[in-house]
């Protein structure tokens, strides 16, 4: 029997849910009641986390105890780095962050079963353990030595010491800081859905996780901001910008970055993203990436009337910070981990397996031919 349907469950409300709101027709993002523009420069990853975690700001004691536990846990065991060790360097990141994450479910004896142990400490162990793993994997792919995380470092300002090996300046620290708070969390995006649905199995907090990274893979959610980098490059030069787009409108073809599944107006993110571009750019005096997005963003307006999304700025941004574009995703992932570890504790606590049906659209009333008859 035929029953209405949405394309994509487009529009189609499944939950409720106390950690954001993403209001596409007023371009709002809020975390837990507070806009992203309060929040974003004003409060670190780690009290962003502990409020969506939560669900208040911490005390100052509170976000000492946080700090600490990553810490704690932000070093790579000896047997996970042997496990990382032995993966293929050039497979795509995702696929390895996917891989080890699972690997790192296996190690951690305290979640590795269903819903019954899974605690904020749990939340904690994870993220702080996927920034590390990340920057691992990618020192891997360079035939470099593995950078142990420092010990007074932040989380954000740790990871891009990890990754390239020395600390970070104030300004490029702070703004990666604001980056992640930027990309914590954003409703029931694919990849989080992803995780409710094998967390509404019971099944442990990693494989939720694993999941979820396993969506963002795909070209349609996580790789936009990489796409934008690589038309930059081709592109160059700021006086070539406005040519090379609305060439590609007159071809039909799609300028990443741009429009968005829920956003009428533009990302707020993007507005943030676009300042702290700047910033990094002014500090580097390397200039010619904001200019061309600034053309690009003009020519987008006028020609078609779209905004820029979170992906369109944050791909500069993340370049300027020295990070590879083929790491734009899994940096999406060292932030958004936090969200879904929150998305996955709120239906733990609430939880009814998601069984959703579909519209059988195929043959009736056939009939049986025995084999030896066909």
């Not at 949405?6 to 209001?23: F, M, P, W, Y």
């Amino acid at each position: 029997m035929a029953t209405e349907r949405a394309e994509g469950l487009r529009g189609i409300v499944i939950n409720d849910s106390k950690l954001s709101l993403v209001d596409g027709d007023a371009g709002r993002l809020i975390y837990r009641g507070y806009p992203i523009e309060e929040l974003a420069g004003n409060v670190s990853f780690e009290e962003s986390a502990y409020l969506l975690w939560h669900g208040y700001l911490p005390t100052p004691v509170e976000l000492k105890d946080l700090k600490a536990s990553f810490r704690l846990t932000r070093p790579l065991e000896e047997p996970m780095k042997r496990i990382m060790r032995t993966l293929p360097k050039g497979a795509q990141p995702m696929s390895l962050l996917r891989t080890a994450v699972s690997a790192a479910g296996l190690l951690d004896q305290k979640s590795d079963r269903a819903n019954e142990n899974v605690t904020h400490e749990a939340c904690e162990r994870m993220t702080a353990k996927v920034s590390s793993i990340i920057a691992a994997q990618w020192r891997l792919r360079l035939d470099e030595e593995i950078v142990d995380p420092h010990a007074t470092l932040d989380h954000a300002a740790n990871f891009l010491f990890m990754l390239r090996g020395e600390e970070p300046s104030d300004l490029e620290a702070e703004v990666f800081d604001t980056c992640l708070v930027l990309h914590l969390d954003h409703g029931y995006n694919a990849s989080t859905f992803t995780a409710l649905i094998t967390a509404s199995s019971l099944s442990d907090i990693y494989s939720a996780v694993a999941s979820a990274l396993g969506t963002l893979r795909g070209r349609l959610h996580g790789g936009a901001n990489t796409a934008v980098m690589e038309m930059l490059q081709e592109i160059e030069r700021p006086e070539k910008a406005a040519a090379y787009v609305k060439d590609m409108l007159d071809k039909k073809l799609k300028v990443m970055g741009f429009g968005h599944p829920v956003y009428k107006v533009i990302d707020p993110r993007a507005n943030i993203l676009k300042v702290l571009g700047h910033r990094l750019a002014e500090e580097s005096g390397r200039t010619r990436w904001m200019e061309m997005c600034e053309v690009i963003e003009k020519v987008m307006m006028d020609e078609k009337g779209i905004p820029c999304n979170v992906d369109f700025y944050s791909a500069p941004v993340y370049h300027m910070l020295g990070i590879h574009m083929q790491l734009f995703t899994p940096i999406f992932a060292l932030s958004r981990v936090v969200g879904y570890t929150a998305h996955i504790l709120e239906q733990y606590a609430n939880n009814k397996i998601i069984r959703p049906r579909c519209n059988y659209v195929g043959d009736m009333d056939r009939t049986f031919v025995p084999i030896e008859e066909r």
